[in-house]
C-alpha cells in the first residue's frame, strides 16, 4: 500500500503545476462532498433535506491550490464602467484601427509592439519593405486589427502625397502606395459654442475627424464637456482638394476662447501640438504607479493562458509584488472616473488622462478618491490590497490608449517637453504666421 502511495505522489510531482491545481481542487471538491453526504442525503426518509453549506471566500482559497500568478483576465472592461459623454458618441474612433504619429527614437518595432503586436507580424513588415525601417518625425501610421487582435493592415503616411498600404496576404504582407495629386489649401473655420461644441463644429464645417483632431490637440488643457454657451472658437485646417472636394485634411492650429481666457495649440513640424512659446502641452506620466519600482509578478501579454483553465485569457496589465496597504499614485494629471468594488477587479479606480489616455488600478484594499476629482500627477488614490479575484497582495495596473490596451512598462506615454534651439525658432515664426489668422468672426 506504501508503495502504490508513493508512486501516486511520484506521479503527481511530476505533472504541470496547471495540471497539479486542477487534480488539487477536483480532490478537495470529492472530500468535501463525501464528508458532508451524511448531513445533506437521507434515503431512508420520506422528505429529502437539502442543506446549503456557505463558506467564507478566504475558507474556500485555502481549500484551493494557489495559482501560478493572480487571475485578472475577468475583469470589466473600461467600456463597463466609463461614463459615457457627447464627445464619446459623436466623435468615435473607428472600431479596430489605431493611429500613430512617429515622434523621436521611435522604430516601427517600438510604435507596433508597445500594442501587442507580434514581432513576426512586424518582421514580415520590414521585410516587405525596407523604407519602413526609416520612419521620420511628423510621419503617421495606421494599422487595423481582426478581432482576436491580429495585424490585418497598416498604412504608413510617408508624406502628404504618399501612402503606402500593406495588407495581409498568408503570412507576409502585400504592399500597395497611392499617390495623391490634389492641391493643399490652407482654411480658417470659425463659431461659436451654442450646445455641444461638437454640434458647434459641424455646424462651422468641420468634419468628424477635424473635430476629433481639435480636441486631442487640447484636451491637456481644457475639459471641452465644461463649455458654456458663448464660448468661441477658431481653426486653421489644410486640405487636400481633388475636384472640389475634401480628400484628406491636417489641422494646423486651434484657438479657443473660454471664459475670459484663450487656448492655442499649433501643429510643429514633428507633428505635435505646442503653445506659442513652443512649450509642449502634454502632461508628464510616471512610468510606475507607486513611490519606488517593486518585481513584476505577471507581465503584460495578450494571448497568455489561464494557469488554472488552460484557456487564452488577455492580461491587459502588469502586476506588481506590492505589501498590503503600499500607497497607490497616479501616474498623471486627470480626473476619477471609476473608484468603486467590482467582482474579480476587487476595489479599482480608473482615471482618464485627457480624451486619449485612461489608467486602471484594481486589487485595492482602501479607496482614497471618489468619482469626479480632480487628480495630480503623484497623489495618493489608494492603498494596495488583495481584493477580488487575488491570490495575494498585488497591484494590477492598465494603460489604455485610444480604447486599446497596451503594455505599461515599454508603452510610449506623454512626457513633459518643449522645442529648443532652431526647432523652436523655426515654430515660431510658424506662430507669427498663424496665429494672426486665428480670428473670431
Known amino acids: 500500500m506504501q508503495q502504490i502511495a508513493r508512486a501516486v505522489a511520484m506521479a503527481f510531482n511530476n505533472l504541470p503545476r496547471p495540471h497539479r491545481i486542477m487534480l488539487g481542487s477536483l480532490t478537495v471538491v470529492t472530500l468535501a462532498v463525501t464528508v458532508w453526504r ?3 442525503y437521507h434515503p431512508g426518509s420520506e422528505t429529502q433535506t437539502v442543506k446549503t453549506i456557505e463558506l467564507d471566500k478566504n ?5 484551493l491550490p494557489e495559482a501560478s500568478e493572480p487571475i485578472d483576465q475577468d475583469t470589466p472592461s473600461p467600456d463597463d464602467d466609463a461614463p459615457k459623454d457627447e464627445l464619446d458618441q459623436d466623435v468615435p474612433d473607428e472600431l479596430g484601427t489605431h493611429d500613430y504619429v512617429i515622434s523621436t527614437g521611435d522604430t516601427l518595432s517600438s510604435v507596433l509592439n508597445q500594442y501587442g503586436i507580434d514581432m513576426s507580424d512586424i518582421t514580415q513588415l520590414a521585410k516587405s519593405d525596407k523604407d519602413l525601417r526609416n520612419l521620420k518625425i511628423g510621419q503617421q501610421l495606421s494599422w487595423t486589427l481582426t478581432d482576436d487582435g491580429q495585424l490585418q493592415r497598416l498604412s504608413w503616411e510617408v508624406s502628404r502625397r504618399e501612402t503606402r498600404t500593406y495588407d495581409r496576404a498568408g503570412d507576409g504582407f502585400k504592399v500597395s502606395s497611392a499617390m495623391q495629386k490634389g492641391e493643399w489649401k490652407n482654411s480658417v473655420l470659425s463659431g461659436e459654442v451654442n450646445g455641444s461644441f461638437v454640434t458647434s463644429a459641424r ?7 477635424e473635430i476629433s483632431a481639435v480636441i486631442k490637440s487640447l484636451q491637456w488643457q481644457m475639459d471641452f464637456r465644461k463649455l458654456r454657451k458663448g464660448d468661441r472658437f477658431s481653426v486653421l485646417m489644410s486640405r487636400e482638394m481633388l475636384d472640389g472636394k475634401s480628400e484628406q485634411s491636417q489641422l494646423l492650429g486651434v484657438r479657443m476662447r473660454s471664459g475670459d481666457k484663450d487656448y492655442y495649440a499649433i501643429r510643429a513640424e514633428d507633428g505635435k501640438f505646442y ?20 518585481r513584476v509578478s505577471s507581465n503584460f501579454n495578450p494571448r497568455r493562458v489561464n494557469p488554472v483553465t488552460g484557456r487564452v485569457a488577455p492580461h491587459r496589465g502588469v502586476d506588481f ?15 476619477v472616473i471609476v473608484a468603486k468594488r467590482s467582482g474579480a477587479a476587487g476595489n479599482y479606480v480608473a482615471i482618464r488622462h485627457g480624451r486619449q489616455y485612461m ?9 482614497l478618491v471618489k468619482p469626479g476629482d480632480k487628480i495630480k500627477r503623484g497623489d495618493r488614490i489608494a492603498l494596495s490590497g488583495s481584493t477580488g479575484r487575488s491570490t495575494g497582495p498585488h497591484l494590477h495596473y492598465e494603460v489604455w490608449i485610444n480604447n486599446q490596451a497596451v503594455n505599461p512598462l515599454t508603452a510610449k506615454l506623454p512626457q513633459l517637453e518643449g522645442l529648443s534651439g532652431k526647432d523652436r525658432s523655426d515654430y515660431l515664426a510658424q506662430v507669427r504666421e498663424v496665429v494672426p489668422q486665428l480670428k473670431f468672426k
Open 321 to 335: 509584488a506590492l505589501p498590503v496597504g503600499t500607497p497607490v499614485l497616479a501616474v498623471g494629471d486627470g480626473e
Open 275 to 294: 503653445d506659442r512659446s513652443g512649450s509642449g502641452l502634454a502632461r508628464g506620466f510616471m512610468r510606475f504607479p507607486t513611490v519606488k519600482q517593486y
Open 203 to 209: 455646424a462651422a464645417g468641420l468634419t468628424s475627424a
Open 38 to 40: 451524511p448531513y445533506i
Open 359 to 367: 489608467t486602471r488600478y484594481m486589487h485595492l484594499k482602501k479607496l
Open 59 to 63: 475558507e474556500l482559497r485555502t481549500l
